[in-house]
């Protein structure tokens, strides 16, 4: 056989086991109006049955630090009037202000975080609690339980947690570890495993005690694991609620001790304190536009204080976050040569469309890949490809590129129609 006919033979058999094509990137564009350059990879395609290759197609830049729609935020936060204060995204623990976050001081009813969070843990929520006479007799802050008076869990847990009742803390405590004891040191051991460094608890209700004490960083921590369980993000959202009250004809009705909660539409919690010492005390959380922030402040000097810069530390946090339509669906990213089908493209595009909340300082990447190799039959509505969005923290969000159209597997016919097309062409070019 001559050289020429072994060449011959060799690209016919590649022609019809493998084909050949190409994947052209089509620039991806967003609902902001950010367009990337095009640009394009070679790529083999075929009908392999083996698991196809990503190949990365584009890398950049798509949303700068600032960029996108948002408000201009003030440069400097509002210092709150405080001893000590913090500002934290509940989601990542992102810290936006902070002064003094790491000081140990009194922390008066913020306690009922953790005992509240713990006792969630611990009891189902059904459960019949007796109220011992220790509990009964916890005195200041309180909703008169007296000894023998029986309420569910639940039922104290709203006490607790809306109107910062002491005895339904004592009574919490005692049902779920047995003794007042064995609880705190829950309490202590919990605020280990999350990494409260500048906490320690003497007791369930935050009255003064000797090595009772926390800091607001690790306040914003135990709320940043606390606001995940929906029955505690449900009680410290209650403005009112009403609880049996034994041996009454009426119930009792609880207001919420958090004057934010109910009048303040982006409020969503978290706790009040005061003791004398403590000062007034009041970890608030809120959500807007997709960002949600808890705020600490310890150690103000009187109510309305705290509240008005709870809420002005909060307003500038969200400030300093925006929504950002990252990619739009059904929007064409790529093309690629179908096998054996001369000229023929199959276009790939995004499946659903992204929208993420940034901050101010985020730089978001955005890489596509796509299949090395087509492989035949596709469905339509297959994944591709993918479109990956990035900050310095990670990925933030993943669109997967799917096939707008239906392929069937080529059938012997096809491909040596297509085989005949590529002979000819090739001995043409060698004639």
């Not at 910062?164 to 047995?178: C, K, P, Q, R």
């Not at 705190?184 to 409260?196: D, F, I, P, Y």
């Not at 276009?347 to 940034?358: E, H, I, N, Q």
């Not at 990035?390 to 933030?396: M, N, S």
Request: charged share 20%.
């Amino acid at each position: 056989m001559t050289r020429r006919g072994a060449a011959l033979l060799l690209l016919l058999f590649s022609i019809l086991v493998f084909g050949s094509g190409t994947t052209s990137y089509l620039g991806l564009g967003t609902a902001s109006g950010i367009t990337a350059t095009s640009t394009s990879v070679a790529a083999t395609g075929g009908e392999i049955a083996a698991q196809p290759q990503q190949v990365q197609v584009s890398s950049e830049v798509v949303v700068a630090s600032g960029g996108g729609d948002t408000q201009a935020a003030p440069p400097t936060p509002p210092a709150p009037r405080g001893a000590a204060a913090i500002l934290m995204n509940l989601d990542d623990g992102r810290v936006l202000y902070e002064t003094a976050a790491d000081e140990r001081r009194s922390i008066a009813s913020t306690t009922k975080i953790m005992t509240g969070i713990l006792a969630i843990e611990l009891l189902p929520p059904e459960q019949v609690i007796k109220t011992s006479k220790k509990a009964a007799a916890a005195g200041e802050s309180e909703i008169w339980l007296e000894p023998g008076e029986e309420l569910t869990v639940e039922e104290m847990l709203y006490a607790l947690m809306v109107k910062s009742a002491n005895d339904a803390a004592v009574a919490l405590g005692e049902a779920a570890s047995g003794d007042l004891e064995s609880f705190v040191k829950a309490m202590n051991a919990k605020a280990v495993e999350l990494g409260m460094t500048n906490t320690h608890y003497a007791n369930p209700h935050g009255l003064e005690a000797k090595e009772h004490y926390s800091s607001a960083r690790d306040l914003a921590i135990l709320s940043r694991y606390a606001m995940k369980n929906d029955l505690f993000r449900k009680l410290v959202a209650t403005p009112t609620v009403k609880i049996p009250w034994q041996g009454r004809e009426y119930d009792r009705v609880l207001e919420n001790r958090n004057a934010l909660v109910g009048a303040v539409p982006f409020i969503t919690g978290i706790k009040t304190g005061y003791t004398s010492p403590a000062g007034f005390c009041l970890v608030g959380s809120g959500a807007q536009d997709g960002a949600s922030l808890v705020s600490v402040i310890l150690g103000e000097k009187d109510k309305g204080s705290v509240n008005d810069d709870t809420v002005a530390l909060l307003e500038w946090g969200f400030a300093r976050y925006r929504q950002v339509d990252l990619i739009d669906e059904g929007l064409p990213i790529a093309e690629m040569d179908v096998p054996y089908h001369v000229g023929e493209k199959l276009a790939v595009g995004t499946d659903r469309k992204l929208v993420r909340t940034l901050y101010d300082e985020d730089v978001v990447t955005k890489t596509v890949t796509v299949q090395e190799k087509l492989v035949l039959p596709v469905v339509r509505g297959q994944a591709l490809g993918k479109v990956t969005f990035a900050t310095a923290d990670g990925v933030i969000g993943e669109v997967d590129l799917v096939a707008e159209r239906a392929i069937e597997a080529p059938t012997l016919g096809v491909k040596l129609r297509y085989v005949w097309d590529r002979m000819i062409r090739w001995l043409g070019k060698v004639a």
